[in-house]
């Protein structure tokens, strides 16, 4: 049954430091690869530190449209038991949902040696195709045929090949990965990503027998093997945007909180970006400490890279930031071209910020004042909190089931440390 897009919003009067202790979720991009890749697994396996997010539950519902048993534990675990998998199918109604689902055209090639999946669609800032992936299956040997808007993938000779990608992609990087991993012979992956979520991708398939090296690297070798061995349990890296989000809401309300559940190394760019502009950031081993009362956010000239650089989905959360700053800063955005939709929204409560191509020139010492914004995607809608965590008044954010895709009861989060936010019917 087609979910319903619940219509909730956001009431948020504004103006409230954030102070106290969050514990960080689990990584939405980490689990969805690692769910894909429990396709190759044909017994149960136990999935821990889940974050609670639509997303997720989204590619649950697709692997069980394929005949996967999965049981949601207990907030934070899953278990997704694949030894009935039968039907390598994923429709289009499930799959335009969420992009993130064509991840399983890969497991579904590499076990079934055939799948129909459905092509993503588009998003609110532009096409995001799937060219990469295609044309490397077909070096892989898949045969590719494209009907009425689905892959239609015969894998029944696969061997290794020489991919290398015109520009990192973290999904095409994945999907590849989790066919290779069978193919007869090695596959070298250039321009692959490095990304901590394609790591854990890396490392869970290593632990199933997979022989993967030049993980964190952007060259990956896979040495194919014959097959691979069931893992029992997993459990899932922090949410590094997450924990980003968050550092730049204490930046942005002049608060002091502590980030539990962390990996500092997956932050280091955000670390020293936020330092650079004037925050006090003391790392704890798992945890990291954000002082940033009475201080004052100096301006930056920022782009965002692939990783280890500093996150594109952390670039609208950045800008509203940079709002407050004290001068005018430059933010470039180097992985989509038109990742703006926030911009328009964002100087509805006072920002002053023009879009040169893909160079945002933002104003700073902006007053922010609350209005009612509507959310456009995931990370646009978690600037938009932020904004309007340090307006003055109230603002209404509607379209919040943008921002349930990818963050894990944010509100209640919010409201531990101080804010004033309610979700409304
Ligand atoms: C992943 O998306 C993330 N999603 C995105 O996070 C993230 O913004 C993105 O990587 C970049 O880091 C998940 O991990 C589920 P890409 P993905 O393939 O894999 C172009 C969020 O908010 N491209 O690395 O779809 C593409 O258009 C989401 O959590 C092609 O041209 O991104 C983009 O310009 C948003 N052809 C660039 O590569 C392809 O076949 C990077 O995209 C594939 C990608």
């Known amino acids: 049954m087609r979910s319903v897009l619940r219509m909730d919003y956001f009431e948020i009067i504004g103006k409230k430091q954030l102070n106290g202790i969050v514990k960080i979720s689990g990584s939405k991009n980490a689990v969805l690869p690692v769910m894909a890749a429990s396709i190759l697994n044909d017994s149960p396996l136990k999935l821990n530190n ?83 992936h295609i044309k490397a299956f077909e070096k892989l040997g898949v045969k590719i045929k494209l009907e009425n808007g689905y892959v239609l993938a015969n894998a029944s000779n696969i061997r290794g090949a020489k991919i290398h990608f015109p520009k990192i992609s973290v999904g095409a990087t994945g999907n590849v990965l989790m066919l290779a991993v069978l193919a007869k012979g090695t596959t070298v992956i250039k321009n692959a990503a490095a990304e901590p979520e394609i790591q854990q991708l890396c490392n869970m398939l290593n632990e199933m027998g997979a022989e993967i090296s030049g993980i964190g690297s952007n060259t990956l070798t896979i040495k194919g093997v014959d097959s691979l061995k069931n893992l029992d349990e997993i459990s899932i890296i922090p949410d590094r945007i997450e924990a980003g989000t968050f550092m730049i809401a204490v930046a942005a309300t002049g608060g002091k909180v502590v980030l539990e559940n962390i990996n500092s190394m997956h932050l280091k760019d955000v670390i020293k970006q936020l330092t650079q502009v004037g925050v006090n950031i003391i790392e704890k081993g798992n945890s990291l400490e954000i002082h940033a009362i009475n201080i004052d956010i100096k301006p930056s000239i920022m782009e965002t890279n692939e990783y280890p ?90 379209r919040v089931y943008h921002i349930d895709r990818g963050y894990d009861k944010i509100e209640e989060k919010l409201t531990k440390l101080g804010a004033q936010i309610i979700r409304k019917k």
């Open 50 to 132: 889940v974050p609670t997010l639509s997303d997720s539950r989204t590619m649950a519902s697709i692997l069980e449209s394929m005949g996967s048993k999965i049981v949601f534990i207990d907030n934070n675990s899953i278990n997704i038991d694949n030894s009935g998998l039968d039907n390598p199918f994923a429709s289009y109604d499930l799959v335009r949902t969420m992009r993130a689902s064509f991840y399983v055209l890969g497991p579904l090639l590499a076990r079934f040696k055939k799948a129909k999946v459905s092509l993503p669609g588009g998003c609110a800032w532009g096409p995001r195709p799937v060219d990469f």
């Open 309 to 398: 650089g500093f996150p594109t989905d952390l670039q609208a959360q950045w800008m509203i930031l940079m709002c407050l700053a004290n001068g005018d800063s430059t933010l470039k955005e180097n992985i989509y071209f038109d990742r703006f939709t926030h911009i328009l929204e964002l100087n509805r409560l006072g920002c002053k910020i023009k879009l040169d191509g893909s160079l945002a020139r933002i104003k700073g010492n902006r007053k922010l004042i609350g209005a009612d914004v509507m959310s456009t995607d995931i990370r646009a809608s978690a600037a938009l909190i932020i904004a309007a965590l340090c307006a003055e008044g109230k603002t209404t954010i509607s």
